[in-house]
Every structure is written in C-alpha cells, then in structure tokens.
C-alpha cells in the first residue's frame, strides 16, 4: 500500500510569489491534515481537510488555504509569500478523525524557501 | 484545550531503556494519546498508540495511568538509530471541531 506522498519535494520562490503544494492521501483515507515546521522548531497545525470540506484551521493568515478534491488529494496554497514561510510543510491522512483513534500518516514533506 | 508538555531533550546510551512522559491535564474523553519519531528533514513516523492501561508493539511501550493525564513512551534497549525527536500527540476536540496539537517534542540523543 502506498504512504502520503507530496509533491515537490522542494520548492525555491521569492518574497510575494504564490506557492501550490499537493498532497495524496493513502487509499481508503478521507482525512487530509497540514502542518508547517520551521526550521528547529515543532509541528505547527495549519489546516483539515475531510470529506471536501475545510474542518478546521490553526492560527495562521488567511493567504494560507487549500482545497480536497473529490479523490480526497489536497492542495496547500501560500499567497504572497513572505521569507519566514520558509519551511517542511507536512500532510497527513487518516481514515476518519485522528482524535477517535485513526492514526495519522505523514508523507515526506515539501521544503518551501522563499528567497 | 488539550497541550502537552514533553522534557525538551534527553540523553541515553545505547542498550539503556528510555522512558518519555508526556502531560496531557485537559485531555478529553474521546481522545486517543499517539507517539511520533521524526528525524531531520523527514515526515514524522508513527510508534504507537494508546487510550488507557498498556500498549505494546514490536517498537515501544505506551503506559497511561488511570487518570490519562500524562503518558510515557518506553523504548526499551535503544540504539544510536533511536536518536530522533519523539513528539506525544493527543486530539483535542472543540466547538468548531477537533483540531490537533503536537507537543513541544522531545529530543533524544543516544550516545555510544
């Protein structure tokens, strides 16, 4: 069975540019979780995706957003970037949500540097 | 709403057993406690998960108390392949949905 995968692995863009970050799930899971790490730093919750619709949201600006389409993939998108965007931007899955015991998986991260 | 509190950083050696506890005082009823290794530039990685009394797995040991306000993560016999950042998760649940938070993660170096 494949894991969370995530593309790209990099990404380079400067100060004010648009970044898109894509996700898939493992099969079978609904559940689609973003978070950011800073370099050094821990796992920072940005949002939840279930079932095509935005659960919920961590403390963050409004020019961090995304979607889940219909096959449950996720897009992360970052408006205007700014240089502390800087960071491994992580997605998870789950089958339904993780506080009821359905574990999440992470796939390998995209390293976002704003230039 | 359900934080966590982990020891910043830990020192074993190798062969030694190395106990990780994490608070968790507002954990709610629904919530399941769910430990993380994660090393450098990586997604975390799935140890193991627990609700109440004991888990274990072929990987660790997952003791809760009664009260299930802390958890402690045992990994018995560790290795240098151990050292990593192990982050204790618990799901925490409001009005608006259940959003989940990662403790501040512990950093254990294992040495020689």
């Known amino acids: 069975e494949a894991g969370v995968t995530q593309s790209p692995t990099h990404l380079i863009k400067t100060r004010g540019q648009q970044a898109t970050l894509r996700c898939s799930p493992i099969s079978g899971h609904t559940s689609v979780y973003w978070y950011q790490q800073a370099l050094g730093l821990g796992l920072q919750f940005l949002l939840w995706?279930?079932?095509?619709?935005?659960?919920n949201r961590g403390n963050f600006p409004p020019r961090f957003s995304g979607r889940q389409f219909p096959n449950y993939s996720s897009e992360l998108n970052v408006n205007a970037l700014e240089l502390e965007d800087s960071a491994l931007y992580l997605c998870?899955?789950?089958?339904?949500?993780?506080?009821?015991?359905?574990?999440?998986?992470f796939g390998p991260g995209t390293r976002l540097t704003v230039l | 709403l359900a934080k966590t509190t982990q020891p910043i950083s830990m020192d074993s050696y190798e062969g030694q057993e190395v106990n990780i506890t994490c608070s968790h005082n507002?954990?709610?009823?629904?919530?399941?406690i769910t430990w993380y290794q994660q090393f450098p530039s990586q997604g975390p990685r799935f140890i193991i998960q627990?609700?109440?009394t004991k888990v274990t797995n072929e990987v660790a040991s997952l003791f809760i108390p009664a009260d299930r306000k802390s958890s402690t993560l045992s990994l018995p016999r560790v290795s240098l392949s151990d050292t990593a950042v192990y982050y204790c998760l618990v799901g925490d649940d409001n009005n608006a949905g259940n959003m989940l938070t990662f403790g501040g993660g512990t950093r254990l170096m294992v040495k020689p």
């Open positions: 998870a899955s789950s089958r339904t949500t993780a506080s009821l015991g359905d574990t999440q998986y």
């Open positions: 507002n954990i709610a009823t629904n919530d399941y």
């Open positions: 995706y279930d079932e095509g619709e935005e659960r």
């Open positions: 627990g609700y109440k």
